[in-house]
């Protein structure tokens, strides 16, 4: 990464899924880049590989999905390191510490077992623990300076706990102490600190009594709240980077204008870069600063969204947005279908459907080129192809 602004970069990203009616090619060479504290909206459409490239930068591909090759570079406080690289122990470090991700379906994100304090304390036990111990810490000393007698040496016996906790946390004696029921009780004392947080972390999110729905189950939430959960658990450890998937999908007009105005200003108030992926470019004008334009596994174009909406250079963007209905115009759609990726063409992926089509598009791929400042496109039109 030569760009200190730079936040994280997909190079040559690779990846098929093994299944019994052939390999899908479902991402070819994606390249692209995100920058710190912006919206990059990640568009196309259906089965063009956003959610895949979402999930290939937090490594949670799972079989029969694999990573063929390419780098995932993250740029962690001044120090860069390939995502695609780190080992699992790392990487779920790094998963809600540094990379969150709101899903598409926030019911199907929650377990519907647990309410919603005990999911979202599940971030703060795992990646701010040490904040944990120091509030209980901090509480305790005042409870001493209250407390005499017997309750006074009990609350002595737990700061020392606490202490030694705070000391060592891996210590392997202090864990086995720690599976012991009678002192493990003690433990409680974090609980009550990690729900002071969540109430304040639900509350920022504008979430009307939040001291009662933090022990909602999700069954009892409407679907915009349950949606607030789910980002709430995605921002419990200030990510860097947060991926927003289609985030409101399945809910009605008024909430989602409600969630994306959230998020706009949850970005504001956090710094937080966030990848939109979406397949409405309405949602893109309104709430992004660059967009990137996916088709069958590439990136077609990427450029901010005043250059994109105003000067659309790749035919596909361009049918993309002349299929947008608009008043007294006439519906046009883009002729064709997007090929199967099982066996798709061998140049470039837009080629049976593309009204500009050259000779060489049928056998060459394009690459992905800076035609204007920051305005990237991969289409022959644009240098010199025959």
Request: charged fraction near 25%; glycine fraction near 6%.
């Amino acid at each position: 990464m030569e760009d200190d602004q730079s936040l994280i970069e997909i190079r040559d990203l690779y990846l098929n899924f093994y299944t019994y009616d052939g390999v899908v090619k479902a991402l070819d060479g994606v390249s692209l880049g995100m920058r710190k504290g912006e919206i990059l909206g990640l568009v196309g459409e259906t089965g063009c590989g956003k959610s895949v490239t979402s999930l290939s930068t937090m490594s949670i591909v799972i079989p029969p999905g694999r990573i063929e090759r390419g780098r995932i570079d993250i740029n962690i406080k001044g120090k860069v390191y390939d995502l695609l690289s780190l080992s699992e122990a790392t990487m779920t470090r790094v998963r809600g510490r540094y990379i969150s991700m709101i899903f598409q379906e926030p019911r199907a994100a929650l377990n519907p077992v647990y309410t919603v304090g005990d999911q979202v304390a599940e971030v703060f036990f795992h990646h701010r623990k040490a904040e944990l111990i120091e509030a209980a810490i901090a509480q305790l000393k005042k409870d001493l300076n209250r407390a005499s007698g017997l309750k006074r040496a009990i609350y002595q016996r737990e700061l020392s706990l606490y202490e030694k906790m705070r000391s060592n946390p891996k210590s392997l004696t202090l864990r086995l102490v720690l599976k012991t029921p009678l002192i493990r009780r003690f433990q409680n004392r974090m609980k009550v600190e990690a729900r002071k947080f969540i109430v304040e972390m639900l509350k920022s999110l504008n979430i009307p009594d939040p001291a009662r729905v933090v022990d909602m189950y999700p069954h009892e939430l409407s679907g915009g709240m349950a949606q607030r959960a789910v980002i709430a658990m995605s921002l419990s450890c200030n990510p860097v980077m947060l991926i927003a998937d289609e985030p409101t999908t399945s809910l009605d007009v008024t909430v989602q204008a409600q969630i994306l105005l959230l998020i706009k200003d949850l970005q504001k108030r956090f710094h937080t870069s966030i990848l939109y992926v979406t397949h409405d470019l309405g949602v893109v004008a309104e709430t992004c600063d660059r967009v990137a334009v996916m088709y069958a596994g590439n990136v077609a174009e990427l450029a901010d969204v005043v250059s994109l909406f105003k000067k659309p250079l790749h035919p596909y963007t361009r049918a993309l947005l002349e299929s947008i209905p608009r008043p007294g115009e006439k519906f046009v759609s883009i002729p064709g279908i997007v090929p199967s990726l099982v066996s798709p063409p061998k140049g470039c992926r837009f080629n049976d459907r593309c009204n500009y089509a050259l000779d060489r598009c049928i056998n060459v791929k394009p690459e992905l080129v800076e035609v204007d400042k920051d305005h990237f496109v991969a289409c022959h039109l644009y240098y010199g192809g025959k």
